[in-house]
């Protein structure tokens, strides 16, 4: 049993928790969610209702609903509440792929995807979703909840607070703060502290040939 883990979430993201789950060993027990999902071969479970009578059929869960805006952020917020409220252990899934520096500290209910690199002294908050080929330097601290995206470059010293969303291919400059709540569009660049619940887009692009 110590090796049974429950998924919280059906859609795509869940998917590609599940590969790196088993890649590093996990059996999955079900999959626990709102509604059945319509393209899983794991077994439907429920909700988490159903989560609670069942935990003592698993060792731990990890919730893999994707954090990209404030709706799916609070969602996560209850769910990581109810988990905390009924002692049910949350696990962290680190790809095999991943690179994690000396010293780091990753909390609970953590995903890290393929090619990802944490540097050392850096510290990853509880329920952080880390995708694939980000790059986190060295003290950085990523605060809980929070999800980074693909190929995210985080300068050193950088700190992340709770709650914050850095959508794909953003940069954030070494030594800065982003603050609680905050939203990064796809491909930010961040040169300057944020306040907390900032919302940053970058320049959309411009057409300069439809030829």
């Known amino acids: 049993m110590s090796k049974m883990i429950a998924i919280i979430g059906g859609e795509a993201f869940a998917k590609e928790v599940i590969e790196v789950a088993e890649a590093v060993g996990y059996e999955i027990y079900g999959i626990f969610a709102k509604e059945e999902p319509s393209d899983t071969q794991y077994p439907y479970r429920g909700y988490l209702e159903e989560l609670d009578e069942q935990k003592s059929n698993f060792s731990g869960v990890i919730v893999a609903i994707g954090a990209f805006n404030k709706k799916t952020i609070k969602a996560r917020n209850n769910i990581l509440a109810f988990l905390m409220s009924n002692d049910i252990r949350q696990i962290s899934i680190i790809s095999p792929f991943a690179r994690i520096g000396a010293r780091a500290i990753i909390g609970k209910g953590v995903y890290i995807a393929h090619n990802v690199v944490i540097a050392i002294d850096a510290n990853i908050g509880d329920a952080v ?60 660049l961040v040169l300057k502290s944020l306040k907390p619940n900032s919302f940053v887009l970058p320049s959309p692009s411009h057409v300069i040939s439809n030829d």
């Open 129 to 188: 979703l880390i995708n694939t080929g980000a790059l986190i330097g060295h003290n950085v601290i990523v605060s809980s909840n929070s999800s980074i995206g693909s190929r995210v470059f985080i300068g050193g010293g950088t700190i992340i607070e709770k709650n914050v969303t850095i959508g794909a291919s953003s940069s954030i400059l070494q030594g800065i703060c982003v603050g609680s709540g905050s939203t990064l569009g796809m491909a930010s």
